[in-house]
């Protein structure tokens, strides 16, 4: 496991700091898992511009994200990433705690 519960993927800072620039102010990547999905659970992704007290923050490269407490949990030694493929670019969750997830990728079961 990795020295941070949750990792912060390059392409996914980069991809932050991207918008960030775009919009022309600060924004924080906030990561959430609700109930929901056809596996059970789903990732949420916002952008925000300030977190909450009880947030993991993780900072790479001048980027940071957001995971709040009880999402925490469910994504302990997971990477948040950026990918941009010819289906589309998105953020993507690698969670070692899935043991299964639907063909979209943003369902998954524990």
């Known amino acids: 496991m990795s020295a941070e519960p949750i990792t912060l993927s390059s392409n996914a800072a980069r991809r932050i700091r991207d918008i960030a620039a775009a919009e022309g102010r600060p924004l924080m990547l906030r990561l959430a898992v609700d109930g929901g999905g056809c596996s059970g659970f789903q990732y949420r992704f916002d952008l925000v511009e300030a977190g909450e007290p009880d947030d993991l ?14 999402s925490l949990v469910l994504l302990q030694g997971s990477e948040i990433d950026f990918v941009d493929e010819l289906a589309g670019a998105e953020f993507k969750v690698t969670n070692p705690n899935a043991k299964s997830s639907c063909g979209c990728g943003v369902s998954f079961a524990i």
Not at 58 to 69: Q, V, Y
Request: glycine fraction near 8%.
């Open 57 to 70: 923050k993780i900072d790479r490269d001048g980027a940071s994200a957001l995971i709040d407490e009880v």
